[in-house]
């Protein structure tokens, strides 16, 4: 875990909880403006997303921005990984704020996720509406969410070793590791599959129900609201096919836009365009702005 040194008591409570908090400055006005869980993409450095999260903490959120599982401290647990755990680092940073002050646990609460953060965060949202309405999350902003990969070679080879390197398009500056193991390839695969029934389960429900309910009582269920950035020609996910609404089902305002020529180098791949590390300061401003825009 990183500790912020300001938090190092604070930090104790948080047993279950892996990552960094991110405080708005002391003078900064009051009250909270809303509580943002973080996630970062797929063998990505946990910390690669703390501009963003110190970007929101100024802005006057409280940020719980989350280290996933096999992306800290040993390289085997990497090797090892389930999606299940992913999904438990996502449940304890939602928790974690549980723990906090009142005036930032009654806080709205938004999620902002890269790749595979996208994806986690709008799987544990969809989870969350089916239990209780969906009341717990109020705006998601999904950085090239991993829903639908081009790239499908390793996820459904599962009698290959969990430790076979497997290749990665991401420069070695943004990684955690210098490699991704098939493994953890194999728990990303399983997650979308998950996902995608849940997906597909939400449509035929929505159409069952807009069948049998009567026009005038029909009350909508408070849902998220969603915004999607991703650019076009996406080497890793289908850009295209994210823009079906599809997708969007039981959100409120899924909306995707695009993202172009806004990167640093030609070097980083357009999976990364929407990455803190990999955009240009004007486009690292406008996609500050265009999150606080749903928020």
């Given at each position: 875990?990183?500790?912020?040194?300001?938090?190092?008591?604070?930090v104790?409570?948080?047993?279950?909880?892996?990552?960094?908090?991110?405080?708005?400055?002391?003078?900064?006005?009051?009250?909270?403006?809303?509580?943002?869980?973080?996630?970062?993409?797929?063998?990505?450095?946990?910390?690669?997303?703390?501009?963003?999260?110190?970007?929101?903490a100024?802005?006057?959120?409280?940020?719980?921005?989350?280290?996933?599982?096999?992306?800290?401290?040993?390289?085997?647990?990497?090797?090892?990984?389930?999606?299940?755990?992913?999904?438990?680092?996502?449940?304890?940073?939602?928790?974690?704020?549980?723990?906090?002050?009142?005036?930032?646990?009654?806080?709205?609460?938004?999620?902002?996720?890269?790749?595979?953060?996208?994806?986690?965060?709008?799987?544990?949202?969809?989870?969350?509406?089916q239990?209780?309405?969906g009341?717990?999350?109020?705006?998601?902003a999904?950085?090239?969410?991993?829903?639908?990969?081009?790239?499908?070679?390793?996820?459904?080879?599962?009698?290959?070793?969990?430790?076979?390197?497997?290749?990665?398009?991401t420069?070695?500056?943004?990684?955690?590791?210098?490699?991704?193991?098939?493994?953890?390839?194999?728990?990303?695969?399983?997650l979308?599959?998950?996902?995608?029934?849940?997906?597909?389960?939400?449509?035929?429900?929505?159409?069952a129900?807009?069948?049998?309910?009567?026009?005038?009582?029909?009350?909508?269920?408070?849902?998220?609201?969603?915004?999607?950035?991703?650019?076009?020609?996406?080497?890793?996910?289908?850009?295209?096919?994210l823009?079906n609404?599809?997708?969007?089902?039981?959100?409120?305002?899924?909306?995707?836009?695009?993202?172009?020529?806004?990167?640093?180098?030609?070097?980083v791949?357009r999976?990364?365009?929407?990455?803190?590390?990999?955009?240009?300061?004007?486009?690292w401003?406008?996609?500050?702005?265009?999150?606080?825009?749903?928020?």
């Amino acid at each position: 875990m990183v500790v912020d040194k300001n938090l190092s008591q604070q930090v104790r409570i948080f047993s279950e909880f892996q990552g960094r908090i991110f405080r708005p400055p002391q003078d900064s006005a009051r009250p909270i403006k809303g509580r943002v869980v973080m996630v970062h993409g797929l063998n990505l450095a946990p910390a690669s997303m703390d501009p963003l999260a110190e970007r929101l903490a100024a802005e006057g959120y409280v940020v719980v921005r989350v280290a996933l599982s096999g992306h800290r401290d040993r390289f085997m647990d990497f090797v090892r990984v389930r999606h299940e755990a992913w999904q438990d680092d996502v449940a304890a940073a939602v928790a974690a704020f549980n723990t906090m002050e009142v005036e930032v646990r009654e806080a709205p609460l938004f999620g902002v996720g890269f790749s595979l953060g996208g994806l986690l965060l709008s799987h544990h949202a969809r989870k969350a509406w089916q239990i209780d309405g969906g009341a717990i999350w109020s705006a998601l902003a999904l950085l090239a969410p991993a829903f639908t990969p081009r790239l499908t070679v390793g996820f459904p080879l599962g009698f290959l070793p969990g430790w076979l390197p497997y290749f990665s398009f991401t420069p070695r500056r943004f990684r955690r590791w210098a490699f991704c193991p098939h493994n953890a390839y194999r728990a990303v695969g399983a997650l979308m599959r998950e996902h995608m029934a849940m997906v597909h389960n939400a449509g035929a429900e929505a159409k069952a129900k807009a069948l049998v309910a009567a026009p005038k009582v029909v009350a909508a269920a408070p849902k998220p609201r969603v915004l999607v950035l991703v650019h076009q020609r996406d080497e890793l996910v289908h850009a295209d096919k994210l823009r079906n609404s599809f997708f969007g089902n039981g959100f409120d305002g899924y909306e995707v836009r695009y993202l172009r020529r806004v990167h640093r180098s030609w070097m980083v791949p357009r999976h990364l365009i929407c990455h803190p590390e990999a955009l240009k300061d004007d486009a690292w401003r406008a996609l500050c702005q265009q999150i606080l825009e749903i928020f």
